[in-house]
């Protein structure tokens, strides 16, 4: 009983004490939680055992991960739409930024009797999807890949979230906070707060040259680097530029919003827009998902547009790096209100009146524009277009090759221009086309499509050496499987039996063995090996013999000879020669001659009917069956139906070209 009474004595004052505590700071509207994870914090070992967070309302503690105060929030909705074919998905994402101080950063000193407490600047602690509303999918029409479309734009939104709440005001009210709610838990006549002295983080604004844009951002928000202008603003190709990604003024191709909107929504290539969460009236931002973001649009009501455009060929490093950077930097442009530089817009007056003259083939009066052009940004140096504006209308004016000594790709391009513009193909050395042919079929289209064409044209000149002909004759050999009656009518003798014969091993493997003589250097026999061996054909010298007794045999004329046996009757085959010639086609039906009459048919490829559905051919009245050759001579009839045969090189010249100026053309477009 001594005991029970002793400890009653012991513990009534304590638990009297902690109930008086505890009404004193909810009369001061204190929060209990957070006053004692504060107290036990400060002891050792017990500090281990308190919760991470503790949610107080307005306030959190978070004692064992940074220790930071949270005193302030900041929620923003960003609502998005994906548009494609006529279909939308629309999606709403609810971002909530918190910031605080870290408790571990406090700082004191003593001041006579008084403590001063320095409180650190606070910092944003959390900048993510709200846990309770998580994304809203609106509408759900259009298929979205998430790793090369929502992670992008999601990283972009977080950091954009992050500036919202800054501008705001999310880091003054948090610090603020955080002093008041410290302040309350110590005696004003012990202890005083005061701030760091060093300034509060804000946003960088930053104004594109001559263009009423403004951009406001943080440059920890950018993967490398930091947004920069370049040094000879408006007159070089890029106004802004960071990284490999392009950025300046577009023509006003839309009267409003909704023709923009409209313009996306039925095209086939997966599109994003992106509105102004604070200003749904604003700027819209609008991007080729499809294309992982490669391309950009800004947008404003009163019609100005602005492009942004990534160089960079990598997709992995694009889709890590560049696109939530360029996603970001499209959101943190504002229209500034002000007028663009008169200076500029004459410019760009001057630049489009060049590209209209260059399109028509106006030189002369392209190159009073370009004159105009340099004299409005003297003595600043020219543009990159400008400059290649220049030396294409010198090319093709003046008719002697200006290189822009900038660009060796875009060089080699104005080089060929020249020359096959002039017909200078004595200059087309080995040199020249091998680095022609060279460039990247991803980066170069025209060299792709046209591959096969300049080969051709290239195997034909004086001005190429043995060795690189007899690579071309090769290649050209080996494009078979894509018949194109040009190249046949290119090459001569054996080799075009051998392309011939690719064309047939294309359709059909059945004809993979042939015969060949040097006697007659220009004949091939092709066939299978049972049907060459046998008696009746007795093979190469014998079916050359055959042809000449049927007065179809031309020794100087390339031939392919397919040598096959046909029943004819239940007791009888017949040894026919199917002769394949540039423009003729012969039929000798019978050959040797036993039990039948023989037959001999020759007639151009136009009077040859082909049904590659049933496998069959006609030659004159009689019907043959045979896939590979019901194949071959359509493909012949419909290359030689397409093919011009007055294309000369002057007509060739003229198509690459026409071609390469496009190119050069595009590279000019701002």
Same mark, same amino acid.
């Given at each position: 009983m001594k005991i029970i009474k002793f400890f009653i004595i012991l513990v009534t004052?304590?638990?009297? @004490?902690?109930?008086?505590?505890?009404?004193?700071?909810?009369?001061?509207?204190?929060?209990?939680?957070?006053?004692?994870?504060?107290?036990?914090?400060?002891?050792?070992?017990?500090?281990?055992?308190?919760?991470?967070?503790?949610?107080?309302?307005?306030?959190?503690?978070?004692?064992?991960?940074?220790?930071?105060?949270?005193?302030?929030?900041?929620?923003?909705?960003?609502?998005?739409?994906?548009?494609?074919?006529?279909?939308?998905?629309?999606?709403?994402?609810?971002?909530?930024?918190?910031?605080?101080?870290?408790?571990? #950063?406090?700082?004191?000193?003593?001041?006579?009797?008084?403590?001063?407490?320095?409180? &650190?600047?606070?910092?944003?602690?959390?900048?993510?999807?709200?846990?309770?509303?998580?994304?809203?999918? *609106?509408?759900?029409?259009?298929?979205?890949?998430?790793?090369?479309?929502?992670?992008?734009?999601?990283?972009?939104?977080e950091r954009r979230a992050k500036?919202?709440?800054?501008?705001?005001?999310?880091?003054?009210?948090?610090?603020?906070?955080?002093?008041?709610?410290?302040?309350?838990?110590?005696?004003?006549?012990?202890?005083?707060?005061?701030?760091?002295?060093?300034?509060?983080?804000?946003?960088k604004i930053l104004k594109a040259p001559h263009l009423p844009v403004l951009f406001t951002y943080q440059d920890e928000n950018f993967t490398d680097g930091k947004l920069s202008c370049q040094k000879d603003t408006i007159y070089n190709r890029d106004d802004l530029k960071f990284e490999d990604t392009r950025f300046g003024y577009l023509d006003n191709l839309y009267s409003t919003f909704q023709d923009l909107d409209n313009e996306?929504?039925?095209?086939?290539?997966?599109?994003?827009? *992106?509105?102004? &969460?604070?200003?749904?009236? @604003?700027?819209?931002?609008?991007?080729?998902?499809?294309?992982?973001?490669?391309?950009?649009?800004?947008?404003?009501?009163?019609?100005?547009?602005?492009?942004?455009?990534?160089?960079?060929?990598?997709?992995?490093? #694009?889709?890590?790096?560049t696109a939530p950077d360029m996603l970001y930097w499209a959101m943190t442009a504002s229209d500034s209100g002000e007028k663009p530089d008169s200076r500029y817009m004459e410019w760009i007056k001057e630049y489009k009146a060049t590209l209209t003259n260059m399109q028509s083939g106006r030189y002369k009066e392209a190159s009073v524009h370009l004159h105009?052009?340099?004299?409005?940004?003297?003595?600043?140096?020219?543009?990159?277009?400008?400059?290649?504006?220049?030396?294409?209308?010198?090319?093709?004016?003046?008719?002697?090759? #200006?290189?822009?000594?900038?660009?060796?790709?875009?060089?080699?391009?104005?080089?060929? *221009?020249?020359?096959?513009?002039?017909?200078?193909y004595n200059e087309m050395d080995d040199n020249f086309q091998t680095n022609l042919l060279a460039l990247s079929d991803e980066e170069w289209p025209f060299i792709k499509e046209n591959r096969n064409k300049l080969i051709q044209f290239f195997y034909k000149q004086e001005s190429t050496s043995q060795a690189l002909r007899t690579e071309y004759k090769q290649r050209l050999i080996e494009s078979a499987e894509n018949y194109d009656h040009s190249i046949a009518l290119t090459l001569k003798g054996q080799d075009y039996c051998d392309y011939l014969h690719g064309v047939l091993l294309h359709n059909d493997n059945e004809y993979n063995y042939y015969l060949t003589g040097a006697i007659h250097p220009n004949i091939r026999i092709i066939g299978h090996e049972e049907n060459l061996k046998d008696d009746e054909f007795n093979g190469f010298d014998n079916i050359c013999k055959l042809m000449k007794e049927a007065k179809v045999l031309k020794d100087n004329e390339p031939q392919l000879v397919l040598a096959y046996i046909r029943k004819s009757s239940f007791f009888t085959k017949d040894h026919d020669l199917l002769i394949f010639e540039k423009n003729h086609c012969t039929i000798c039906s019978n050959i040797t001659g036993k039990w039948q009459k023989k037959y001999t048919y020759t007639t151009t490829y136009d009077h040859i009917a082909s049904n590659t559905i049933n496998k069959s051919f006609t030659i004159g009245s009689y019907d043959y069956k045979g896939q590979a050759v019901s194949r071959i001579i359509q493909e012949i009839k419909d290359g030689i139906k397409g093919y011009r045969k007055n294309e000369k090189a002057e007509d060739l010249s003229k198509k690459f070209s026409e071609e390469m100026s496009s190119i050069i053309y595009q590279y000019c477009i701002r």
């Open positions: 004052p304590l638990i009297v @004490g902690i109930a008086c505590c505890i009404i004193i700071l909810k009369v001061c509207n204190i929060n209990v939680g957070s006053v004692t994870n504060l107290l036990l914090s400060k002891i050792p070992f017990v500090n281990q055992f308190v919760e991470t967070t503790t949610n107080t309302g307005l306030y959190a503690i978070s004692q064992l991960d940074k220790k930071e105060l949270v005193t302030s929030a900041y929620n923003v909705d960003f609502l998005v739409s994906f548009y494609q074919s006529g279909k939308k998905t629309i999606i709403l994402y609810p971002y909530e930024v918190e910031a605080g101080v870290n408790l571990e #950063h406090i700082e004191q000193a003593k001041e006579d009797s008084l403590t001063i407490i320095t409180l &650190p600047n606070a910092k944003i602690t959390k900048a993510n999807m709200d846990d309770k509303k998580e994304s809203n999918v *609106i509408r759900n029409q259009v298929e979205v890949d998430y790793n090369n479309c929502i992670i992008p734009l999601k990283i972009a939104l500036d919202l709440a800054i501008s705001a005001g999310i880091l003054k009210d948090a610090t603020d906070n955080a002093e008041k709610y410290l302040s309350e838990l110590f005696p004003k006549e012990y202890f005083r707060f005061q701030k760091e002295g060093v300034p509060q983080d804000t946003l996306i929504l039925k095209s086939e290539t997966l599109g994003l827009r *992106i509105i102004d &969460p604070l200003n749904p009236k @604003g700027n819209r931002i609008y991007a080729k998902a499809s294309n992982l973001y490669k391309d950009i649009l800004i947008c404003y009501p009163n019609g100005n547009i602005y492009y942004m455009e990534e160089e960079n060929p990598s997709a992995e490093e #694009h889709l890590q790096k105009n052009m340099a004299s409005i940004h003297s003595p600043m140096p020219a543009s990159w277009e400008e400059t290649l504006m220049g030396s294409y209308v010198k090319v093709k004016s003046d008719k002697v090759y #200006h290189p822009t000594k900038g660009n060796d790709y875009v060089d080699l391009l104005l080089k060929a *221009i020249y020359l096959f513009d002039n017909k200078k």
